[in-house]
């Protein structure tokens, strides 16, 4: 018998007299306990993308980043946003130098596909104090980063660009973002006075393949290009949306996807008139969705809607403000098709006091559907643009950072039947200042604006953090950023929702009769 035959043999009865072995040794079926909710234990690292600010000259950029205190174990971390690269030259994506080979200023563009820098342009050092970091000019690149340890759970950042001249005149502002593989950005246009990119950053070691559509009142609109769209790893790409396609549209709700990887995304939108802004990605298609926090001042706001099921949607259409809900004047109703794009002109809806818009389905499961406001402070040549997405609720814990003293306003809206109690903190100031908190009640069906509890002694900006108590309603909530130069008032507003900071966490137990089958 050759060796190999007599090897197999004694491995064979090893195994038999194991398995005889585990078999008399194992425990007979454990006794069924009573199931226990899956434990919450704080996430061990997050992710975050900021897309490229701007490429104007006169543009200054303030980063921001902060981590709540909370429970980590005592595990140390590190939290850092580093530049992103630029989308490479042969590409074959539309770039804001897509058509001239110039930036909107008229200046020659370098080559953009230059290795990105590997030094960090904000590091957060520790839980409960934020960091701020400043860039001016054009060069601002996008950026990528992560944080782990104890800065990972509830870490949030924002990019907020002041632009004091030009077509882009404007106060821009978006919470950086996790990547992700599908987003609605209802509320785009590729209209004569319009320049709107949808930015797409990378943050893996590979590309990532994305594709666009676009959808109008008459539904899907056919686009040249757009399909198959390359994004390299660990960089950033710019894509001119009226490059995609020749149609003109003043309302356009566009979809990004990923067939390969995953991608940050927001639509960065100019207006020749009006300034610009952030657009960022709508909640998820649902038959209701709340847009929170329009602005008491706002001179005309715009519902763009767009209905994603098969069916056509209609929704009810009502406000929340401070003294409770009511139903827009000659506005009860909306009617939108199936796979189309609707505008809808709510002039100065608002009555003077800040506002949240509610939509729900006339009758039955509803449609699922996306939606963004388009919003206007101001009048005439001193108009300035801002965006508010469908929201999600706070849920348990939100943060948004760069509040600035006399600048910021939080709006609370309390959708449900039962009344909310919110807990508001302020963090530490980037340069100094002692954290406030302070708690607020806001009436079912109603929205509460409030000049949120600055620091003691604040120097810089601040983070802040707001924590619904459970036993209330749902609360949905927003930051409007604003302020004026020469005039405009310019502004800005984020939405909040939950920073997911706790993952659900199922109980095990050791089965040994696993062994047995």
């Known amino acids: 018998m050759k060796r190999t035959t007599l090897s197999l043999a004694a491995g064979a009865v090893a195994l038999a007299a194991l398995t005889g072995f585990a078999s008399l040794t194992a425990p007979g079926p454990p006794a069924r306990a009573d199931a226990k909710s899956p434990a919450r234990q704080p996430v061990e690292r997050s992710s975050l993308l900021c897309p490229a600010p701007s490429n104007s000259d006169l543009a200054q950029t303030t980063y921001t980043a902060f981590t709540p205190k909370g429970d980590s174990g005592g595990k140390p971390g590190t939290a850092t946003l580093t530049p992103a690269a630029g989308p490479p030259a042969d590409a074959g994506t539309p770039s804001p130098s897509s058509s001239t080979g110039k930036g909107k200023d008229g ?26 970091a400043t860039v001016s000019g054009a060069d601002a690149p996008a950026l990528t980063g992560s944080a782990d340890g104890a800065l990972a759970p509830g870490w949030a950042a924002q990019q907020t660009t002041q632009i004091t001249g030009g077509t882009g005149r404007a106060l821009l502002g978006t ?61 950033s790409v710019p894509v001119l949306l009226s490059t995609l396609t020749g149609t003109v549209a003043d309302d356009l709700t566009v979809h990004v996807t990923t067939r390969a990887g995953r991608v940050g995304a927001v639509v960065q939108a100019t ?43 209609d929704l009810k259409v009502k406000l929340a403000g401070k003294g409770g809900s009511y139903t827009p004047a000659g506005l009860d109703t909306v009617h939108v098709k199936s796979g189309m794009t609707a505008s809808f002109d709510l002039k100065n809806v608002t009555r003077g006091d800040a506002s ?60 449900g ?7 508001v903190t302020s963090s530490a100031g980037t340069e100094g200042g002692e954290p406030q908190s302070k708690t607020y009640t806001v009436k079912a069906g109603t929205t509460l604006a409030v000049d949120p509890p600055a620091p003691t002694g604040l120097k810089g900006s ?40 706790a993952v659900a966490v199922p109980a095990a137990a050791q089965d040994l009769s696993v062994l047995e089958k």
């Open 175 to 235: 919470n950086c973002t996790a990547p992700d593989a599908e987003f609605w950005f209802p509320g785009a246009s590729t209209a004569k006075d319009r320049q709107d990119y949808v930015h797409l950053t990378n943050p893996d070691d590979t590309a990532a393949v994305a594709d666009i559509e676009l959808f109008g009142k008459d539904g899907a609109i056919k686009a040249d290009i757009g399909q198959g769209l390359t994004v390299p790893a660990k960089s």
């Open 271 to 313: 207006d020749a008139k009006a300034g610009a802004d952030w657009l960022p990605a709508s909640a998820d298609a649902a038959p209701s969705q709340v847009l929170p926090g329009i602005p008491g001042d706002a001179t005309d706001v715009r519902l763009v809607v767009h209905a994603k099921g098969a069916d056509d949607a």
């Open 356 to 415: 949240s818009l509610l939509l729900s389905p006339v009758s039955g499961g509803g449609t699922p559907v996306v939606a963004a406001l388009r919003v206007v402070r101001g009048t005439g040549d001193k108009q300035e643009i801002g965006f508010i997405p469908a929201a999600v609720p706070v849920g348990t814990r939100a943060t948004v950072t760069d509040n600035r003293d006399k600048a910021a306003t939080l709006a609370l809206t309390a959708t």
């Open 107 to 132: 200046k020659d563009k370098k080559a953009a596909d230059k290795p990105a820098s590997d030094k960090p342009v904000i590091t957060l050092k520790e839980p409960g104090k934020p960091a701020a």
């Open 417 to 423: 039947t039962k009344d909310a109690t919110v807990k």
């Open 462 to 501: 601040y983070a802040l953090t707001v924590e619904p108590d459970p036993g209330g309603g749902p609360v949905y909530a927003s930051r409007t950023l604003a302020i004026t130069q020469d005039g405009v008032p310019m502004f800005t507003v984020q939405t909040l929702s939950d920073d997911k900071g």
